[in-house]
C-alpha cells in the first residue's frame, strides 16, 4: 500500500508544490504505526527533498515586506514634498520610481538570476508604485473620472507582469484588486458588471498555472461576491423579504464551488489546488443556509422577481455540473460528495418555491445547516483536514449561540444568560481542541 502511494507521487518533472510537505506528514504517521521503518522512511524522504526549504520561505516573507515599507516610505516621502515639486518632478518620480523597480527586479531575478526572491519583490513594489501613480498622476492633472476604473486599471496592470514574471504576488493582488473593483462598482454605483467574469476566468487560469491557490480562493470569494451584489441588484425594487432566492443561490454556489475539490484532490498535479474549492465552498454554502435559518418575514415565490429564478436556474445547473465532474474525474471519496451537491441542487430551489414563511420554513433551514455542519465534519475528518472541521464546528457554535439568542434572552435571567452562554462558548473551545489534536496525530484514517 505505501508503495504504491509513493510511485504515484512520482514526476517527470518532479513533485507538485506543497506536496512535499503532505508526503512528510504522511511517512511520520506511518513511521510512528509500525507501518515502515525509520530506515525507510529516510529513503522515502531522501527520494523527495523538501520543494521549499524554510530559509527561502523565510526571505520571500522578509523581501516581499521590505518592498512594501519602501513603497510606503518613498509615497510618504513623496506627500511630504508634493506642494513644493514641479509637474515635470512629479511625474519623473513616479514613472522612474515604478520603472527603476521593474527595471532591476528584473535584473536581479530573470537576467543574473542571483537573487530570484529579492527579483519578485521588487517587481512587486513596482506594481504597487504603478497602482500609487494612477492615483498621483489623476491627482496631478485634477481628473474627475470614475473612482473603480482606477482600481480596475491597476488590476489590468498587475495581471500581465504575474503571468510576464510568473509571479504569485503580483497575481494575488491583481486578483484582490478585480474583486475589490466589482464589490466597488456593484455596491457603490449598482452596477451589474459582467466585465468581472471574463476577467476573473483569465486571473484563475494563470492561477493554475502558476500553481497559486491562494490565487484561487481569493477569485472563489470575488464570485461569491459578484453574485450576491448582482443578486441584491436585481432585487432592489423587490419588498426586502424576498432575499430567499439570494440567499439560496449563496448556498448553490458554495455547493458547486466544494464539488470541485475531489476532482482536483484526484490529481496529483492538482491536489495542492484543491483547498480553495473546500474553504470557499463550505464557507459560502453554510452562510447561505445560516442566514435562511431566522425568522425572516419571507414571502412566497410568486413576488420574486424572473432575475432571480434566472440566477437559481443558473446555479442549479452548475452544481449539477460539479457533480458530474467530481464523478468523472474524483477517486472513490467523490462519490458521496457529488452525491450530496446534487442532491443539495436540486433540493435547494424546490424548496424555495415550496415554502413560505412560518415554521416550516424556519425548521426546515434549521435542520439542514445542522445536516451540512454532520457531513462536513465527517467529511474533514475522512480527508484529516483540520481546517474543515473547524469550519464546521464553528457554524454550528454560530447556529447554537444564534439559536439561544433567540429563544432565551427575553425569557430567562440576564446572569443566568450570561453564564450559560460562557459555558457553551467554553464547551465549544474544547470541542474544537480535541478534535483538532485527534487530527495532528493521526487519530482519523482516510
Given at each position: 500500500?505505501?508503495?504504491?502511494?509513493?510511485?504515484?507521487?512520482t514526476h517527470s518533472d518532479g513533485p507538485p508544490r506543497g506536496l512535499?510537505?503532505?508526503?512528510?506528514?504522511?511517512?511520520?504517521?506511518?513511521?510512528?504505526?509500525?507501518?515502515?521503518?525509520?530506515?525507510?522512511?529516510?529513503?522515502?524522504?531522501?527520494?523527495?527533498?523538501?520543494?521549499?526549504?524554510?530559509?527561502?520561505?523565510?526571505?520571500?516573507?522578509?523581501?516581499?515586506?521590505?518592498?512594501?515599507?519602501?513603497?510606503?516610505?518613498?509615497?510618504?516621502?513623496?506627500?511630504?514634498?508634493?506642494?513644493?515639486?514641479?509637474?515635470?518632478?512629479?511625474?519623473?518620480?513616479?514613472?522612474?520610481?515604478?520603472?527603476?523597480?521593474?527595471?532591476?527586479?528584473?535584473?536581479?531575478?530573470?537576467?543574473?538570476?542571483?537573487?530570484?526572491?529579492?527579483?519578485?519583490?521588487?517587481?512587486?513594489?513596482?506594481?504597487?508604485?504603478?497602482?500609487?501613480?494612477?492615483?498621483?498622476?489623476?491627482?496631478?492633472?485634477?481628473?474627475?473620472?470614475?473612482?473603480?476604473?482606477?482600481?480596475?486599471?491597476?488590476?489590468?496592470?498587475?495581471?500581465?507582469?504575474?503571468?510576464?514574471?510568473?509571479?504569485?504576488?503580483?497575481?494575488?493582488?491583481?486578483?484582490?484588486?478585480?474583486?475589490?473593483?466589482?464589490?466597488?462598482?456593484?455596491?457603490?454605483?449598482?452596477?451589474?458588471?459582467?466585465?468581472?467574469?471574463?476577467?476573473?476566468?483569465?486571473?484563475?487560469?494563470?492561477?493554475?498555472?502558476?500553481?497559486?491557490?491562494?490565487?484561487?480562493f481569493f477569485g472563489a470569494g470575488g464570485l461569491v461576491l459578484w453574485?450576491?451584489?448582482?443578486?441584491?441588484?436585481?432585487?432592489?425594487?423587490?419588498?426586502?423579504?424576498?432575499?430567499?432566492?439570494?440567499?439560496?443561490?449563496?448556498?448553490?454556489?458554495?455547493?458547486?464551488?466544494?464539488?470541485?475539490?475531489?476532482?482536483?484532490?484526484?490529481?496529483?498535479?492538482?491536489?495542492?489546488?484543491?483547498?480553495?474549492?473546500?474553504?470557499?465552498?463550505?464557507?459560502?454554502?453554510?452562510?447561505?443556509?445560516?442566514?435562511?435559518?431566522?425568522?425572516?418575514?419571507?414571502?412566497?415565490?410568486?413576488?420574486?422577481?424572473?432575475?432571480?429564478?434566472?440566477?437559481?436556474?443558473?446555479?442549479?445547473?452548475?452544481?449539477?455540473?460539479?457533480?458530474?465532474?467530481?464523478?468523472?474525474?474524483?477517486?472513490?471519496?467523490?462519490?458521496?460528495?457529488?452525491?450530496?451537491?446534487?442532491?443539495?441542487?436540486?433540493?435547494?430551489?424546490?424548496?424555495?418555491?415550496?415554502?413560505?414563511?412560518?415554521?416550516?420554513?424556519?425548521?426546515?433551514?434549521?435542520?439542514?445547516?445542522?445536516?451540512?455542519?454532520?457531513?462536513?465534519?465527517?467529511?474533514?475528518?475522512?480527508?484529516?483536514?483540520?481546517?474543515?472541521?473547524?469550519?464546521?464546528?464553528?457554524?454550528?457554535?454560530?447556529?447554537?449561540?444564534?439559536?439561544?439568542?433567540?429563544?432565551?434572552?427575553?425569557?430567562?435571567?440576564?446572569?443566568?444568560?450570561?453564564?450559560?452562554?460562557?459555558?457553551?462558548?467554553?464547551?465549544?473551545?474544547?470541542?474544537?481542541?480535541?478534535?483538532?489534536?485527534?487530527?495532528?496525530?493521526?487519530?482519523?484514517?482516510?
Amino acid at each position: 500500500m505505501v508503495r504504491q502511494e509513493v510511485i504515484t507521487l512520482t514526476h517527470s518533472d518532479g513533485p507538485p508544490r506543497g506536496l512535499v510537505h503532505w508526503l512528510r506528514g504522511e511517512v511520520a504517521r506511518w513511521q510512528a504505526e509500525g507501518t515502515i521503518t525509520p530506515e525507510q522512511a529516510a529513503a522515502i524522504l531522501a527520494r523527495y527533498p523538501d520543494d521549499e526549504p524554510t530559509g527561502n520561505r523565510t526571505a520571500t516573507v522578509f523581501t516581499a515586506l521590505g518592498a512594501v515599507l519602501l513603497g510606503v516610505g518613498a509615497l510618504l516621502f513623496v506627500a511630504a514634498n508634493w506642494q513644493r515639486m514641479d509637474t515635470a518632478v512629479k511625474l519623473a518620480l513616479i514613472f522612474g520610481s515604478m520603472l527603476a523597480s521593474h527595471g532591476l527586479g528584473w535584473w536581479l531575478g530573470w537576467s543574473k538570476q542571483t537573487y530570484p526572491r529579492l527579483g519578485h519583490a521588487l517587481v512587486w513594489l513596482g506594481t504597487l508604485l504603478y497602482g500609487a501613480g494612477i492615483w498621483l498622476v489623476a491627482q496631478i492633472f485634477h481628473l474627475n473620472a470614475h473612482w473603480p476604473n482606477g482600481v480596475l486599471f491597476w488590476a489590468l496592470g498587475a495581471l500581465p507582469v504575474a503571468w510576464a514574471a510568473e509571479s504569485r504576488l503580483n497575481l494575488a493582488l491583481g486578483v484582490l484588486l478585480l474583486c475589490f473593483w466589482t464589490g466597488s462598482e456593484q455596491l457603490n454605483f449598482s452596477q451589474s458588471n459582467f466585465l468581472f467574469l471574463p476577467l476573473l476566468a483569465m486571473a484563475v487560469a494563470l492561477a493554475y498555472r502558476l500553481k497559486a491557490p491562494e490565487s484561487l480562493f481569493f477569485g472563489a470569494g470575488g464570485l461569491v461576491l459578484w453574485q450576491m451584489a448582482s443578486m441584491f441588484h436585481w432585487l432592489e425594487h423587490v419588498e426586502e423579504a424576498a432575499i430567499a432566492p439570494a440567499f439560496s443561490a449563496l448556498t448553490l454556489l458554495g455547493l458547486a464551488l466544494f464539488a470541485l475539490a475531489p476532482w482536483h484532490e484526484s490529481d496529483d498535479r492538482l491536489r495542492p489546488l484543491a483547498w480553495p474549492y473546500h474553504i470557499a465552498g463550505a464557507l459560502a454554502g453554510l452562510a447561505g443556509l445560516y442566514l435562511q435559518t431566522f425568522r425572516w418575514d419571507w414571502h412566497r415565490a410568486a413576488v420574486y422577481p424572473v432575475q432571480s429564478w434566472l440566477v437559481l436556474g443558473v446555479m442549479t445547473l452548475l452544481g449539477l455540473a460539479a457533480a458530474v465532474q467530481a464523478l468523472r474525474r474524483g477517486g472513490p471519496d467523490a462519490r458521496p460528495v457529488a452525491m450530496t451537491v446534487a442532491a443539495g441542487a436540486l433540493a435547494l430551489p424546490a424548496t424555495v418555491v415550496g415554502l413560505g414563511a412560518g415554521t416550516a420554513r424556519y425548521v426546515t433551514f434549521n435542520a439542514l445547516m445542522l445536516a451540512a455542519v454532520v457531513g462536513l465534519v465527517a467529511y474533514g475528518y475522512r480527508q484529516r483536514s483540520e481546517a474543515l472541521v473547524n469550519l464546521a464546528l464553528g457554524g454550528f457554535l454560530l447556529l447554537v449561540i444564534t439559536r439561544y439568542f433567540d429563544w432565551f434572552y427575553s425569557l430567562m435571567n440576564r446572569s443566568l444568560f450570561f453564564m450559560l452562554g460562557g459555558l457553551l462558548l467554553l464547551a465549544g473551545g474544547f470541542l474544537l481542541e480535541r478534535l483538532r489534536r485527534n487530527l495532528r496525530h493521526g487519530g482519523v484514517r482516510a
